[in-house]
Every structure is written in structure tokens, then in C-alpha cells.
């Protein structure tokens, strides 16, 4: 199993991102909101970001590397 994490400005992009690389084997574990910046280590002007941590079985191949279907 791979387990990694991704960020980025909003999750139905992230989640594009991940469907059309890795196809329907990739598994959300955990979605969150984050605040990243701030001013002073506080909230104030922080840019808000969100993360979805993710796995993928080694065992499926990736979406993108999958064998076209021949027509008969």
C-alpha cells in the first residue's frame, strides 16, 4: 500500500487530480481543512488550503498505464 498526501486550493480539484491518475483504486482515508500562513503565527490573513491523505494498493495499476480495449 502507498499512503501519501496532497494539498491544494479545493478538493473537488485534488480529487480530479487523483481520479485521473490513479483511476478508482485510489482510497480517501481523511479530508481536512488547514490554515497555512498567518500573520505572526496566527490566523489572521492565513490563506486557508485544504489536504486529503490518500492510499493506493500497490497491486492496481494505475489508471493512466492501463491497456486500451481493442474493438473487434
Known amino acids: 500500500m502507498k499512503y501519501d498526501k496532497i494539498r491544494g486550493s479545493s478538493i473537488a480539484e485534488m480529487m480530479m487530480q487523483l481520479r485521473s491518475q490513479y483511476g478508482q483504486s485510489v482510497y480517501i482515508i481523511q479530508t481536512r481543512e488547514i490554515k497555512q500562513g498567518g500573520l505572526f503565527g496566527s490566523d489572521l490573513l492565513a ?7 490518500y492510499m493506493v494498493s500497490e497491486g492496481d495499476a494505475p489508471y493512466a498505464k492501463a491497456k486500451p480495449q481493442r474493438s473487434p
Do not use: A, F, T, V
Open 47 to 53: 490563506k486557508k488550503q485544504y489536504e486529503i491523505e
